[in-house]
Nanobody, 126 residues
C-alpha cells in the first residue's frame, strides 16, 4: 500500500496550489483520508480530513485553514486532493497525506493513521 503526494512548490502569498495524493495497492473508498503538515522545528499538525460514510463524506479542517483550504476525493482515481487558496507564509511546510480504515477518536490525531505518503514541500514567500 502506497500513498504518493505531489503538487507542492514555491508560490507567493495569496497564490493557490492543489496537492494530490494517489493511493495504490488497495482501494481507499471507505477510508478516512487526511492531510497533515510539518514546518521546520515544529510537530506535525492536522490540516484537513475527509471521512467517508456510505455515499456521503464529512470534511474537517484546522481552524488555521478553514475557509481557505478544501479537501476532496476522487474514488474512481483513488486520489485525494487539497486545494489551497489564499496561501500565507505560515502555510510553509511539508504536507503529508494519510489514510486510515477506522477513526477511533479524532481525525486530527496522527496516531489514527496507518498509511502515510512521503510528503511534498510547500513554500509560500511573502
Amino acid at each position: 500500500v502506497q500513498l504518493q503526494a505531489s503538487g507542492g512548490g514555491l508560490v507567493q502569498a495569496g497564490d493557490s496550489l492543489r496537492l494530490s495524493c494517489a493511493a495504490s495497492g488497495r482501494t481507499f473508498n471507505s477510508y478516512t483520508l487526511g492531510w497533515f503538515r510539518q514546518a521546520p522545528g515544529k510537530e506535525r499538525e492536522f490540516v484537513a480530513a475527509l471521512k467517508w460514510s456510505g455515499s456521503l463524506g464529512r470534511t474537517y479542517y484546522a481552524d488555521s485553514v478553514k475557509g481557505r483550504f478544501t479537501i476532496s476525493r476522487n474514488n474512481a482515481q483513488n486520489t485525494v486532493y487539497l486545494q489551497m487558496n489564499s496561501l500565507k507564509p505560515e502555510d510553509t511546510a511539508v504536507y503529508y497525506c494519510a489514510a486510515t480504515a477506522v477513526v477511533k477518536d479524532t481525525v486530527a490525531d496522527t496516531r489514527e493513521y496507518g498509511y502515510w505518503g512521503q510528503g511534498t514541500l510547500v513554500t509560500v514567500s511573502s
